[in-house]
């Protein structure tokens, strides 16, 4: 079945204690973007990469690093988390960028305390 | 800055009305996609419209991108309790570096249905 994996689905952690997100896709997708959603602010995106090792910043990527060391994974790192950074992640894959429909992860609910 | 703007934010309907959401863009798009989430879930990709005044239907749903490119709606007939959820349109700008394309979505419009 094509799917974009996420893990955890839920994630409690306290204040500075780095963390990742794993995302992994099985339609050899080249794009995949990460985003966060919150109450009346929608899906902001934090960052994207377009293939193996070419990664850049979306709307939000203040707090967070990515990596793209292969083509089916994508994690997300918070190396220092806040309580700002609570929301709920999802992690998105496409054929390439805005030309084709995205496939979204089930998404990652992460409560920073 | 580039956005897509949706209306109305909240839409609450009664079992067997019709619903309509509608997204403008700042700028003329190459093509809009819509998505559904439903609660608690993740958004899921329903349709992409690429011509200029292109209509399309899945069953009771139509979407329509308009003559100018920048607009789109998505009106479902007769609602039923399973069509709950946020309805999010979407849309390709170009990144600041002008090399590349990102899709950024409108914020939705969250459909409650009274069965």
């Known amino acids: 079945e094509a799917q974009v994996t996420q893990n955890p689905r839920y994630l409690i952690t306290v204040t500075g204690k780095k963390l990742t997100v794993t995302c992994s896709q099985n339609m050899n997708h080249e794009y995949m973007s990460w985003y966060r959603q919150d109450p009346g602010l929608g899906l902001r995106q934090i960052y994207y990469s377009m293939n193996v090792e070419v990664t850049d910043k979306g709307d939000v990527p203040e707090g967070y690093k990515v990596s793209r060391k292969e083509k089916r994974n994508f994690p997300l790192i918070l190396e220092s988390p806040s309580p700002n950074q609570t929301s709920l992640y999802f992690c998105?894959?496409?054929?390439?960028?805005?030309?084709?429909?995205?496939?979204f992860g089930s998404g990652t609910r992460l409560t920073v305390v | 800055g580039q956005q897509v703007m949706q209306i109305p934010q909240y839409q609450h309907v009664q079992e067997g009305e019709d619903f309509t959401t509608y997204c403008n863009s700042s700028?003329?798009?190459?093509?809009i996609q819509w998505y559904k989430q439903r609660p608690g879930g993740h958004p899921v990709f329903l349709i992409q419209l690429v011509k200029s005044g292109e209509v399309k239907k899945q069953k009771r749903l139509t979407f329509q991108f308009g003559e100018a490119k920048k607009n789109s709606s998505l009106h479902i007939t007769a609602t039923q309790t399973i069509d709950v959820g946020t309805y999010f349109c979407a849309g390709p700008f170009k990144t600041s570096g002008g090399s590349n394309y990102k899709l950024t979505f409108g914020k939705g419009t969250l459909l409650t249905v009274n069965p």
């Open positions: 998105a894959s496409s054929f390439t960028t805005g030309a084709y429909g995205y496939t």
């Open positions: 700028t003329t798009l190459s093509n």
